[in-house]
C-alpha cells in the first residue's frame, strides 16, 4: 500500500513538471498560474501545493534540462562536434524553455558555470586542469574561469538570439572559442 501511495505521488510530481513545462514553452511564466496547472493535470489545488510551486517547477525544470545536457555529453567526454551539435539540437528543440528560464532565474549563469565545471571536472578528462594552465597560458583558476565563461556566453547569446545559427555551426563556433580540447 505505501509503495502504491509513493508510486502516484511521484506520478503526479511528473504530471505537474511535465505540465508546467508544456504550459512555459506556449506562454510566459508571469502568464501561467496554479488553475492553469491543476486543471490540464486533473488535481485539487492542496495537492498541487504539496508536491509543488512555482520556484520549485522552476528549478526542477532546470534540473530536467541539466540532465538531459548531461546525459549527452557523458557519451562521448571528449566533446567533439557531434556530441556539443547533439547538445545543441536538444537546446534549440526546448530554446523557448531556456530563454524563459534564463530570464527568470537570477542566478542562471552562474549556475551553469558550476554545471560546466561540475561536468568538466567529474568526468574523467586527463590531466584537464594542465591542458587548459599550459593553453591560456594563465593560471589554472583564472584559465578554467576564462573556458567556463566563454562556453556560457556563447550558449546565453545563442539561445536568446533564438538558435538562429545551425547547431552545427554553434558547435563550430564553441570547438574554435574554447582553446581545450581533450586528447
Same mark, same amino acid.
Given at each position: 500500500m505505501?509503495?502504491?501511495?509513493?508510486?502516484?505521488?511521484?506520478?503526479?510530481?511528473?504530471?505537474?513538471?511535465? #505540465? =508546467?513545462?508544456?504550459? @512555459?514553452?506556449?506562454?510566459? !511564466?508571469?502568464?501561467?498560474?496554479?488553475?492553469? *496547472?491543476?486543471? +490540464? /493535470? $486533473?488535481?485539487?489545488?492542496? #495537492? =498541487?501545493?504539496?508536491? @509543488?510551486?512555482?520556484?520549485? !517547477?522552476?528549478?526542477?525544470?532546470?534540473?530536467? *534540462?541539466?540532465? +538531459? /545536457? $548531461?546525459?549527452?555529453?557523458?557519451?562521448?567526454?571528449?566533446?567533439?562536434?557531434?556530441?556539443?551539435?547533439?547538445?545543441?539540437?536538444?537546446?534549440?528543440?526546448?530554446? +523557448?524553455?531556456?530563454?524563459t528560464l534564463m530570464t527568470h532565474i537570477p542566478n542562471i549563469n552562474e549556475l551553469i558555470c558550476e554545471f560546466i565545471?561540475?561536468?568538466?571536472?567529474n568526468y574523467d578528462i586527463e590531466n584537464v586542469t594542465e591542458l587548459m594552465e599550459r593553453s591560456y597560458h594563465i593560471p589554472v583558476k583564472y584559465s578554467s574561469e576564462v573556458y567556463v565563461i566563454t562556453i556560457v556566453t556563447i550558449l546565453a547569446l545563442w539561445l536568446k538570439e533564438g538558435c538562429i545559427e545551425s547547431p552545427e555551426g554553434t558547435a563550430n563556433t564553441l570547438l574554435e572559442a574554447v582553446i581545450i580540447k581533450a586528447k
Open positions: 505505501k509503495l502504491l501511495c509513493l508510486y502516484k505521488a511521484t506520478i503526479s510530481k511528473q504530471k505537474i513538471v511535465n #505540465t =508546467f513545462t508544456e504550459l @512555459s514553452e506556449e506562454s510566459s !511564466l508571469e502568464q501561467i498560474n496554479t488553475t492553469d *496547472i491543476i486543471k +490540464k /493535470v $486533473s488535481l485539487s489545488r492542496p #495537492t =498541487f501545493y504539496y508536491y @509543488s510551486n512555482q520556484d520549485n !517547477l522552476v528549478e526542477t525544470t532546470l534540473s530536467k *534540462i541539466l540532465d +538531459k /545536457v $548531461s546525459s549527452i555529453l557523458q557519451k562521448y567526454m571528449t566533446y567533439q562536434k557531434g556530441v556539443l551539435t547533439e547538445m545543441l539540437r536538444y537546446l534549440k528543440e526546448n530554446h +523557448k524553455l531556456c530563454r565545471i561540475e561536468t568538466i571536472l
